[in-house]
């Protein structure tokens, strides 16, 4: 009897213990819960958390004879879109392979005029090129060191300071216009400068024609998505429709188009920065020795406008350049 009266007492302890125990659980809960709710976003903020942007892309205008393997390789981080304008069965390719870069460009502002990233780079497909801003003529490191803060402050930038091609006075449009009559009279090919005042008026037919067009060549530049939007997407078709019409030839066509890019983005008709300004703000590339128009060790116009083969270990004439640099092999 003892025992059976022991053994009900130490159950009913047992049990007052596990209930006792069951409440302390429940009531912690229940102040975590509590704790968790508190420290909760309000419904009202959490809607206002966006996924991650796009912040940088980069739009390469390349044909089937280019490599542009080189962007992907060190710029895969700026998405890049490389499109191919002479065929039709790219991935990414252009209504027609008219008016050089321009068509490249303007596809993409028109195609992806909802949806741009923050800021764009436009570029050629080639890594070397006789008019990239750098020693080797070589567009990495012009990539790498260009500076996107600045390109969002200023809206626009051209990925060349030096101004030989293009600065300060490139095209007199009138002046070029009479002088182009003389050159056809005397049996001379037309070139971009003669055509530049008819191609304008069709082109800006509300803005009057500038006395001055001057910037460095040569179509490669940032832009902010803000300053594309200050136009709107059907005066971007406007451009490409005058590009798919014009019977000017596409080495014409073109070089319109690339004198007339810092316009259409809100800079002066005259954009002609000066190269330590320039290297310094675009690149940070400071405390250089510099004029107005170039500073030391950073561009000499070559030669040619193709390299030779073999650059940039080899030089015109096949001398060791010394080149320490890394290629993609």
């Given at each position: 009897?003892?025992?059976?009266?022991?053994?009900?007492?130490?159950a009913?302890?047992?049990?007052s213990?596990?209930?006792?125990?069951?409440?302390v659980?429940?009531?912690?809960?229940?102040?975590t819960?509590?704790?968790?709710?508190?420290?909760?976003?309000?419904?009202?903020?959490?809607?206002?958390?966006?996924?991650?942007?796009?912040?940088?892309?980069?739009?390469?205008?390349?044909?089937?004879?280019?490599?542009?393997?080189?962007?992907?390789?060190?710029?895969?981080?700026?998405?890049?879109?490389?499109?191919?304008?002479?065929?039709?069965?790219?991935?990414?390719?252009?209504?027609?392979?008219?008016g050089?870069?321009?068509?490249?460009?303007?596809?993409?502002?028109?195609?992806h005029?909802?949806?741009?990233?923050?800021?764009?780079?436009?570029?050629?497909?080639?890594?070397?090129?006789?008019?990239?801003?750098?020693?080797?003529?070589?567009?990495?490191?012009?990539?790498?060191?260009?500076?996107?803060?600045?390109?969002?402050?200023?809206?626009?930038?051209?990925?060349?300071?030096?101004?030989?091609?293009?600065?300060p006075?490139?095209?007199?449009?009138?002046?070029?216009?009479?002088?182009?009559?003389?050159?056809?009279?005397e049996?001379?090919?037309?070139?971009?400068?003669?055509?530049?005042?008819?191609?304008?008026?069709?082109?800006?037919?509300?803005?009057?024609?500038?006395?001055?067009?001057?910037?460095?060549c040569?179509?490669?530049?940032?832009?902010?998505?803000?300053?594309?939007r200050?136009?709107?997407?059907?005066r971007?078709v406007?451009?490409?429709?005058?590009?798919?019409?014009?019977?000017?030839?596409?080495?014409?066509?073109?070089?319109?188009?690339?004198?007339?890019?810092?316009?259409?983005f809100?800079?002066?008709?005259s954009?002609?920065?000066?190269a330590?300004?320039?290297?310094?703000?675009?690149?940070?590339?400071c405390?250089?020795?510099?004029?107005?128009?170039?500073?030391?060790?950073?561009?000499?116009?070559?030669?040619?406008?193709s390299?030779?083969e073999?650059?940039?270990?080899?030089?015109?004439?096949?001398?060791?350049?010394?080149?320490?640099?890394?290629?993609?092999?």
């Amino acid at each position: 009897m003892i025992t059976n009266h022991r053994s009900r007492q130490l159950a009913a302890f047992t049990l007052s213990v596990s209930i006792f125990l069951f409440f302390v659980f429940l009531l912690r809960q229940v102040g975590t819960r509590h704790q968790t709710i508190a420290n909760r976003p309000a419904a009202s903020n959490v809607a206002k958390i966006h996924p991650a942007r796009r912040e940088t892309g980069i739009v390469v205008a390349s044909t089937t004879k280019e490599d542009a393997s080189w962007v992907y390789r060190h710029f895969a981080h700026w998405n890049p879109q490389v499109y191919t304008a002479d065929n039709q069965s790219a991935a990414l390719t252009v209504p027609r392979n008219k008016g050089h870069e321009a068509m490249v460009y303007l596809t993409y502002i028109i195609d992806h005029y909802d949806d741009l990233p923050d800021t764009i780079l436009f570029v050629h497909a080639s890594r070397f090129q006789w008019h990239n801003d750098d020693p080797d003529y070589d567009m990495v490191p012009t990539l790498r060191n260009f500076q996107l803060p600045y390109l969002r402050e200023a809206g626009y930038v051209n990925l060349r300071c030096v101004w030989v091609i293009g600065c300060p006075a490139e095209i007199r449009p009138f002046e070029d216009e009479e002088h182009e009559d003389e050159q056809l009279r005397e049996g001379k090919s037309v070139s971009a400068k003669g055509v530049f005042r008819r191609a304008f008026q069709e082109l800006f037919p509300e803005v009057p024609v500038l006395a001055l067009v001057a910037v460095s060549c040569c179509s490669q530049f940032g832009v902010t998505s803000a300053t594309i939007r200050q136009h709107s997407r059907e005066r971007y078709v406007r451009f490409r429709d005058w590009l798919l019409e014009t019977t000017l030839d596409d080495s014409l066509s073109g070089r319109v188009m690339e004198f007339s890019w810092h316009i259409i983005f809100g800079k002066e008709p005259s954009h002609c920065p000066s190269a330590g300004e320039c290297y310094c703000r675009v690149f940070g590339l400071c405390g250089l020795a510099c004029s107005d128009s170039s500073c030391e060790g950073r561009y000499i116009l070559p030669p040619y406008s193709s390299l030779p083969e073999g650059w940039p270990r080899l030089g015109w004439d096949h001398e060791d350049r010394g080149y320490t640099g890394s290629l993609d092999e």
